[in-house]
């Protein structure tokens, strides 16, 4: 644990110029306010400092909207990518009125369910091991007006390029579904991957891999060490914001869109997850795959409340793009040791109890991981509370089951609406332990329908065009 003193002793020592106070907005985006060193004292670390927060997206109206970051000094690290020496330190919200966490701060919501956990006696930690792909791009291109919509994306290893006059073209392009894990010079990121995992741990993320993945266009992915809740989101917005940066700095963009690509995999988030107690794991056992029951029960309350938590673990209309069979997504709410087309893995860890846990497959990286930890698990904690089994497992490759075989298997929302049709119906498990505020619930469900779903409704597609015009 670092404390306010010794921040304040690291911008002195270090000549440190500019404070970035970071913070998280409800969709899920970083936002920053910049100080000069002497506007920080010990005061900031409990009563914070204030902004206007009438701009944020989710948030409150502009007649509420004077806030304050209150600032944590566990996340504190230099900013590698500022001219000026720069130290940047997330911060929680607090309300200014009553000095009260602010409730629609997703960091606020993430500390209410590691309280709730503790308040339950089942636990007192709740570890997540988030695993964000991404693709790295060349060139981005996207618009839309009343009379033309378009996207356009391009990367050096698109395998589309092959026969591109790039003056030499040198081949080397990963096929579709091929790009796990070749070599270089078939693997051209092997630099830029390194290059962003050695900065993150100079911002204090615990690293651990970095490799390619499966499709083609430069689906990538970094691995660092699983967290405590609030941690592991602090670290996945960390890793975000250091892998788009070093990319823009070799002159490529990024994005953690699930599906950028048509007609290759999709980018996931697959969430490793598991309860501690007093230092001991809770989730090793003598059931099935060497889980407890307690493990069971979790993994039945996820199950049981996927559809709604899909509305926050899966939070775009594109995410519904990347869950759907055929490429390797998790559209099958089962569970199975080892097996990827089921919606929940148990990873074959050994008989280390250490290393019990379950693998959320479904989520990705457009969501907002402080409430998308938070609800996941708030759902493991209903079912381990109403004892909530999750049936027999799926031992088989899920894609290969016969049409009867298969109409049998609960399935994933097909879109962002029906997800959030979900959540409206099942929230009780995020709000009655009071994580989760009605008022949260509902300024989502709007805010989503309202910037998302409804503004897609009404735009024409441009396959529409190949599909109709000429009707």
């Not at 060349?138 to 839309?144: E, G, T, V």
Request: net charge negative; charged share 20%; hydrophobic share 35%.
């Amino acid at each position: 644990m670092t404390t306010p003193q010794e921040v304040l002793k690291l911008i002195q020592d270090n000549n440190i110029q500019m404070i970035d106070l970071k913070f998280i907005d409800t969709p899920g985006t970083w936002q920053h306010l910049t100080l000069y060193h002497n506007q920080i004292d010990e005061t900031a670390f409990t009563d914070g400092v204030p902004f206007d927060g009438s701009s944020i997206r989710g948030w409150k109206a502009i007649n509420e909207s004077d806030m304050s970051m209150v600032l944590d000094p566990n996340t504190a690290w230099i900013d590698p990518f500022m001219a000026e020496p720069t130290l940047s330190i997330i911060c929680s919200i607090q309300e200014p009125r009553t000095g009260e966490p602010y409730n629609r701060c997703p960091r606020v919501i993430a500390q209410k369910a590691v309280d709730y956990l503790v308040s339950t006696g089942v636990g007192d930690t709740a570890f997540f091991g988030p695993e964000a792909e991404f693709f790295i791009f060349d060139d981005a291109r996207f618009d839309q007006t009343a009379n033309s919509g378009y996207y356009y994306v391009d990367s050096v290893e698109g395998a589309w390029n092959s026969g591109k006059e790039e003056g030499p073209n040198l081949a080397y392009k990963p096929r579709f579904k091929q790009g796990y894990f070749p070599v270089a010079p078939t693997d051209s990121f092997q630099d830029i991957r390194t290059e962003m995992l050695l900065t993150m741990a100079k911002c204090g993320v615990p690293i651990e891999k970095q490799h390619h993945e499966v499709a083609t266009g430069g689906q990538c992915e970094l691995g660092f060490r699983f967290g405590k809740l609030i941690e592991a989101a602090d670290w996945l917005m960390t890793y975000k914001y250091v892998i788009k940066n070093v990319a823009k700095k070799y002159g490529k963009t990024v994005t953690f869109m699930p599906k950028p690509i048509f007609g290759d995999n999709g980018s996931g988030m697959h969430c490793h997850q598991s309860i501690w107690k007093d230092g001991q794991p809770l989730f090793g056992g003598d059931k099935y795959a060497g889980l407890s029951e307690m493990a069971l029960h979790y993994i039945g309350g996820i199950l049981r409340h996927a559809p709604a938590l899909l509305a926050i673990t899966n939070p775009t209309t594109n995410s519904y793009k990347r869950l759907v069979p055929g490429y390797e997504a998790p559209v099958n709410l089962a569970y199975s040791q080892g097996n990827r087309s089921a919606s929940v893995r148990i990873p074959l860890s050994g008989s280390n109890p250490k290393a019990k846990r379950l693998e959320f497959r479904c989520p990705d990286a457009t969501s907002n991981p402080y409430l998308a930890f938070a609800a996941m698990l708030c759902a493991g904690l209903d079912g381990i509370k109403n004892k909530i089994h999750p049936g027999e497992p799926l031992d088989k490759n899920i894609y290969e089951l016969s049409p009867e075989e298969l109409a049998k298997v609960p399935s994933t929302p097909g879109s962002l609406e029906l997800a959030l049709e979900a959540l409206d119906n099942d929230h009780a498990f995020l709000t009655e332990p009071g994580v989760f505020t009605e008022d949260f619930i509902q300024t989502w469900i709007s805010y989503k329908l309202d910037n998302e779903v409804n503004p897609m409704r009404l735009r024409p597609h441009p396959y529409e065009f190949a599909l109709y015009y000429d009707c």
